[in-house]
């Protein structure tokens, strides 16, 4: 077996353990004699595999009993528009902080059926960090208020949950979820993609406050209503079966490593080796802020971008791969999920160091 560090910022790397034990249940699951792609998402064996792999996420992040998980088809993209045609009231106006291209997206789309207002945005720096926030930019007669916890492309988390008194804070945490401790109960809706910190791409995770769903506009579509999907336990349609067997397998396996307190902490000491020799580096530095630096997303360039280019080539060649920046800002990322091994950060690392002394 030949495996490389895959440091793409998604699809992403996913823990070796689990494709191996995919890989043993893919043809005959556990004595089906059928492998999950093949079960009837009805069928008993199959609801076994989906119901464990909601209770697993309810457990990992502590879900209280007043919320509902579905998953769902449509990537983060489709919670964009579904977001706002379940959770406008007849004022239809909502809050977003517009912290990067995600935030742009969830906002064009979200302007299409109400007032969006942004309440800060840091833009102007290309969204190297996280605006300041206080309770009173927020307008307390919103509908929601928007962020994205973690932007992807610039490696920027949000240092804490703003403050926004009564309103729901929907929160698209699709490259931060389950990478650190967040307290569900402060959130109104939770969504993500799973493809970076979750499983394949192609099921997307959405956690709500019950009572926020069944008042959508009349407009909304059957398959965008959360109350049809919450109604029917995420079975109105065929759900994406084997996208969610394999998240229930990284679930399993993230209660095996002690869950995400103990994925928190190995997640900021993997950031902090990169961090700290960013930070003491001739050659290469971070481009984000550093309050508002992600654990999940490294930003980094050196200083022009010939030498970026020959990093990514050479890295590429040892088996470091994936790390060419967003095409929209350029330089390195690393993306480091917590699939990402710690010998992978530590022989990145290791290579930065090498490439610095050739190259200074
Ligand atoms: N939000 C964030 C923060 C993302 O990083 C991405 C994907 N890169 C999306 C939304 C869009 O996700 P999807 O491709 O699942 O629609």
Known sequence: MSRVYNFSAGPA???VEVLEKAQKELVDFHGAGVSVMEMSHRSSEYMAIFNGAIEKLKSLMSVPDNYKIMFL???????????PLNLFSDKRKADYVNTGAWSKKAIAEAKRYGTINVVATSEDKT?????????DMFDSEADYVHITTNNTIYGTTFPEL??????????????????????VSKFGLIYAGAQKNIGPAGVAIVIIREDLAGSELDICPKMFN?????????????PPTYAVYMAGLVFEWLLEKGGVAAMQKINEEKAGWLYD????SALFSGTA??????TMNVPFVTTSEDLDAKFIKEAAQIGLKTLKGHRSVGGMRASIYNAMPTEGVKALVDFMKEFELKNK
Do not use: C, W
């Open 289 to 294: 802020q550093v309050a508002s630096r992600s």
């Open 73 to 83: 088809h449509g990537g983060a993209s489709s919670q964009f528009g579904m977001v």
């Open 226 to 238: 959360y109350k049809t999907h919450i109604d029917n336990g995420s079975m109105f349609n065929t």
């Open 162 to 183: 703003p403050d926004v008194g009564d309103v729901p804070l929907v929160g698209d945490m699709s490259s931060n979820i389950l990478a650190q401790e967040y307290d």
């Open 127 to 135: 969204f190297n960090y996280i605006p300041e926030l206080s309770k």
């Open 13 to 15: 790397t996913l823990p």
């Open 277 to 280: 020799f960013l930070d003491n």
